[in-house]
């Protein structure tokens, strides 16, 4: 074995021990992002209506969890919604509970039945503007099952006035799928997230990772009405906002935590 083969594998060595090091020095600083009482620390924003207005109670509390509801709606009219975490984050580690409710409304898009996300390295929700559908971010979308025995894999990525790489080369689509398994409408699933600024990102379902990108960046296309001074092609996203989407399906979110990475 020559010295420069040794030195890599003294190199790997020291890499996989810190790493280890470093995930044990952060594995008790969990941080709960929902008291599981009210919405304090959260703002909403939905399209069509100004920043702060929970149009027809949309995000609520029920049980302990928050209910994406629409109750109190007669029509969708593309109201699409996201209820923003005030905080941004870098570099962190989310895991959240979810599971679809029965609840559709009729007028919404196709593409939105039993389909929801979560929205990160999103642009702060005080820059979107009134009449603008979806936040400059990218998305962990989730799916449930459509039709028993087709498969829909869940925890997908979609970015809305962004891009990223995939295996070497800027993905030219909108959403990339997961190697996932599909889920019933009615099951609770267990959802993770790992970001590392713009280098590496992580999907993981019921504790198996089934996707991974990088280098998250503004550019593409489907966002419309917002702010022009705020798309700027080709920048990298490092940091940004945590929110769940609502776009005419119910859904609940529960166990929402975050740990910081460095």
Not at 27 to 52: C, P, R, T, Y
Not at 199 to 211: A, P
């Amino acid at each position: 074995m020559n010295n420069k083969i040794i030195r890599l594998l003294l190199c790997l060595i020291l890499t996989i021990g810190l790493y280890n090091c470093h995930q044990k020095a952060i594995s008790d600083q969990w941080q709960s992002l929902f008291n599981g009482k009210n919405l304090d620390g959260w703002i909403v924003k939905i399209n069509h209506h100004e920043l702060g207005d929970n149009y027809a109670n949309t995000f609520r509390i029920v049980d302990g969890k928050i209910l994406v509801c629409y109750n109190d709606y007669k029509k969708f009219d593309h109201r699409f919604g996201h209820l923003y975490y005030a905080k941004p984050f870098s570099s962190y580690h989310l895991k959240f509970d979810y599971k679809f409710t029965d609840q559709w409304m009729e007028d919404a898009p196709w593409y939105a039945y039993r389909n929801s996300g979560i929205m990160f390295h999103s642009q702060d929700p005080k820059t979107i503007l009134k009449d603008q559908d979806w936040p400059i971010a990218i998305e962990y979308q989730i799916l449930a099952e459509e039709k028993s025995g087709e498969p829909r894999p869940t925890a997908n990525v979609c970015t809305p006035g962004t891009e990223i790489i995939y295996q070497d080369e800027l993905y030219d689509g909108h959403c990339l799928g997961s190697s996932s398994k599909t889920y019933k409408l009615d099951e609770w699933v267990h959802g993770e997230l790992i970001v590392y600024q713009d280098s590496l990102l992580i999907h993981k379902i019921n504790g198996d990772t089934v996707l991974q990108y990088s280098r998250p960046q503004i550019g593409g296309g489907v966002v419309e009405g917002f702010d022009p001074s705020f798309k700027i092609d080709g920048k990298p996203l490092k940091s940004g906002y945590i929110a769940l989407q609502s776009e005419g399906q119910g859904i609940e979110f529960k166990n929402i935590m975050i740990r910081e990475l460095e």
